[in-house]
């Protein structure tokens, strides 16, 4: 094999390449300014949003997410977070398929409990049935059950996200093992959705052979949102590199770096 | 004057409104936005000839901030 320190390796999803393998939200942000500059400074190019009811009456002015995450810039995935029932995250992508003039990736989400946020496979399975009939390109978020993410993958979702930890929990890859094996079985990207707290969590997902990260609140829930952002850019990076590096195999014992020939001893 | 659902308020709009005049009155002229009626959606180019009738639920949506 040559060894190269240069790897061109594009994340493609839907047929569309991407140099980034950090997706980011937009969501717990103090301002769309500390948005707009920690997206930059993430450097990712696959951006979620959320589809809420417009604000009757209420400024008209009040700058839109959009005016300053900018669909020419950036590849859009619109989510379906908050909804609990397949009828509802269908409606959503819909409208966001409205709202972003034809833009047909979505992030399905269909969540199963306000406590815990974890999916509700079968809400989820039911939806990304409808929606890959309606013609969109569906990223899905499940969880990390291997059955469950090859089954999504053979129905024809685009992409499939299991989550590492719940949402917003920070809590790093639970199982890394479910991950390994969902990677085992996979032909289109995995990308670990939720659960990442630290840099180093996004590293162990990309060490792990995941294709992506997709993270919110580990960002803006950071004392410096910027500087965190920046960290996950490095992070999976550095997680991306030394998956395609290959690691020593591990020993349970001692293995010198010097060499004892020549010891003066 | 006829009265609709307008995302989940009773709101009153004028008998021959169409979706464009609703969106006019709400100042969401050029703006990024999606409509639904009856959950169904309507796309920009029938605004114009879409018109109202009592008892519509309409839902104006956009993009915010989310994961």
Same mark, same amino acid.
């Given at each position: 094999?040559?060894?190269?320190?240069?790897?061109?390796?594009?994340?493609?999803?839907?047929?569309?390449?991407?140099?980034?393998?950090?997706?980011?939200? #937009?969501?717990?942000?103090?301002?769309?300014?500390?948005?707009?500059?920690?997206?930059?400074?993430?450097?990712?190019?696959?951006? #979620?949003?959320?589809?809420?009811?417009?604000?009757?009456?209420?400024?008209?002015?009040?700058?839109?997410?959009?005016?300053?995450?900018?669909?020419?810039?950036?590849?859009?995935?619109?989510?379906?977070?908050?909804?609990?029932?397949?009828?509802?995250?269908?409606?959503?992508?819909?409208?966001?398929?409205?709202?972003?003039?034809?833009?047909?990736?979505?992030?399905?989400?269909?969540?199963?409990?306000?406590?815990?946020?974890?999916?509700?496979?079968?809400?989820?399975?039911?939806?990304?049935?409808?929606?890959?009939?309606?013609?969109?390109?569906?990223?899905?978020?499940? #969880?990390?059950?291997?059955?469950?993410?090859?089954?999504?993958?053979?129905?024809?979702?685009?992409?499939?996200?299991?989550?590492?930890?719940?949402?917003?929990?920070?809590?790093?890859?639970?199982?890394?093992?479910?991950?390994?094996?969902?990677?085992?079985?996979?032909?289109?990207?995995?990308?670990?959705?939720?659960?990442?707290?630290?840099?180093?969590?996004?590293?162990?997902?990309?060490?792990?052979?995941?294709?992506?990260?997709?993270?919110?609140?580990?960002?803006?829930?950071?004392?410096?949102?910027?500087?965190?952002?920046?960290?996950?850019?490095?992070?999976?990076?550095?997680?991306?590199?030394?998956?395609?590096?290959?690691?020593?195999?591990?020993?349970?014992?001692?293995?010198?770096?010097?060499?004892?020939?020549?010891?003066?001893? | 004057?006829?009265?609709?659902?307008?995302?989940?308020?009773?709101?009153?709009?004028?008998?021959?409104?169409?979706?464009?005049?609703?969106?006019?009155?709400?100042?969401?002229?050029?703006?990024?936005?999606?409509?639904?009626?009856?959950?169904?959606?309507?796309?920009?180019?029938?605004?114009?000839?879409?018109?109202?009738?009592?008892?519509?639920?309409?839902?104006?949506?956009?993009?915010?901030?989310?994961?």
């Amino acid at each position: 094999m040559t060894q190269e320190i240069h790897t061109e390796s594009p994340l493609v999803i839907a047929g569309k390449s991407y140099q980034s393998r950090l997706l980011v939200g #937009t969501g717990k942000y103090k301002d769309l300014d500390e948005t707009k500059l920690a997206i930059e400074a993430s450097g990712a190019e696959i951006v #979620t949003v959320a589809v809420r009811r417009t604000n009757i009456g209420q400024n008209p002015d009040e700058p839109n997410l959009l005016d300053v995450i900018s669909p020419e810039k950036y590849t859009i995935l619109p989510n379906t977070a908050g909804c609990y029932t397949a009828k509802d995250a269908v409606r959503t992508c819909r409208l966001a398929r409205e709202l972003l003039g034809g833009h047909d990736l979505v992030k399905l989400e269909v969540l199963g409990d306000q406590k815990t946020l974890f999916p509700d496979v079968t809400e989820t399975l039911s939806a990304a049935e409808t929606l890959i009939k309606d013609g969109f390109k569906v990223m899905v978020y499940t #969880t990390d059950d291997p059955l469950v993410a090859k089954r999504l993958e053979d129905m024809g979702c685009v992409a499939v996200m299991p989550l590492g930890a719940p949402i917003g929990s920070g809590l790093g890859i639970r199982n890394p093992y479910n991950i390994k094996m969902i990677l085992e079985n996979a032909k289109v990207p995995i990308l670990v959705d939720a659960g990442v707290g630290t840099a180093s969590d996004a590293t162990i997902a990309m060490e792990l052979g995941c294709d992506g990260v997709l993270m919110n609140t580990a960002i803006a829930a950071a004392r410096n949102p910027l500087l965190m952002a920046k960290a996950m850019r490095l992070a999976v990076e550095c997680g991306r590199d030394a998956y395609l590096a290959g690691r020593m195999p591990r020993k349970l014992y001692a293995s010198a770096s010097s060499p004892i020939e020549g010891l003066i001893v | 004057m006829i009265e609709i659902n307008l995302n989940g308020e009773a709101f009153e709009v004028a008998g021959d409104a169409s979706l464009s005049t609703l969106i006019q009155g709400l100042d969401l002229e050029g703006k990024r936005y999606a409509i639904e009626v009856n959950e169904d959606i309507i796309s920009r180019s029938e605004h114009g000839t879409y018109f109202l009738k009592a008892g519509d639920q309409v839902e104006v949506v956009q993009a915010i901030g989310g994961g």
